[in-house]
């Protein structure tokens, strides 16, 4: 089945480019959107946005201005660069596959990552 | 952006049953998007537990449910176990917002 592990800095200064990838296992990352969503210590979750396989991608307006997702489907990876980052980017960052995502009715999200942590200090 | 609204906690003693509920409005859950629920335990992802409002994917005991009606949606746990014991947000897309969007969150106590 499939799974997602998330990799990257767990350490970033504020102003600087927050780099996050995420590697799929298990099944194919072609057909299917590739999420990112985050939570910040102690509080609850906040969809960044998606990537479909074929490099197609939808943004969180909020963080539109910052967020670039791209998928390289031959490492069977995706990534997340948020830059000028703030204190109040510091959060769990969860990478997962989306379903649905294109149905009206709305989508899903399922399987996740375990999460990695991302500190905004000097 | 909450704009899906959970009692922050409830709570139950073993093999009670316990429902959490998810209010959204017209650009959500009322506009006929689908609500999705999560079971976070403590220091771990979100796990799916119920997709579509009211279908559990495979591995999910039957003690989990959902149900949708206007603008809200409903969690019932029947047979609360100790291992139920996580936090439960519900999910959906917010057509205002052009968001997906979570609610924000219920604790489940087990007495």
């Known amino acids: 089945q499939v799974q997602v592990q998330e990799s990257g800095p767990g350490l970033v200064k504020p102003s600087e480019t927050l780099s996050l990838t995420c590697t799929v296992s298990g099944g194919s990352i072609s057909s299917h959107y590739w999420s990112w969503i985050r939570q910040p210590p102690g509080k609850g979750l906040e969809w960044i946005g998606y990537i479909y396989y074929s490099g197609g991608t939808n943004y969180n307006p909020s963080l539109k201005s910052r967020v670039t997702i791209s998928v390289d489907t031959s490492k069977k990876q995706f990534s997340l660069k948020l830059s000028s980052v703030t204190a109040a980017d510091a959060a769990v960052y969860f990478c997962?596959?989306?379903?649905?995502?294109?149905?009206?009715?709305?989508?899903?999200?399922?399987?996740w990552g375990q999460g990695t942590l991302v500190t905004v200090s000097s | 952006q909450s704009v899906l609204t959970q009692p922050p906690s409830v709570s139950g003693a073993p093999g009670q049953r316990v429902t959490i509920s998810c209010t959204g409005s017209?650009?959500?859950?009322?506009?006929?998007?689908?609500v999705h629920w999560y079971q976070q335990l403590p220091g771990t992802a979100p796990k799916l537990l119920v997709y579509?409002?009211?279908n559990r994917p495979s591995g999910v005991p039957d003690r989990f449910s959902g149900s949708k009606s206007g603008t809200s949606a409903s969690l019932a746990i029947t047979g609360l176990q100790a291992e139920d014991e996580a936090d439960y947000y519900c999910q959906s897309y917010d057509s205002s917002l052009s968001v997906y969007v979570f609610g924000t969150g219920t604790k489940v106590t087990v007495l």
């Open positions: 017209s650009s959500n859950v009322g506009a006929g998007y689908d």
């Open positions: 997962a596959r989306g379903k649905a995502l294109a149905v009206a009715g709305g989508g899903w999200f399922d399987p």
């Open positions: 579509g409002n009211s």
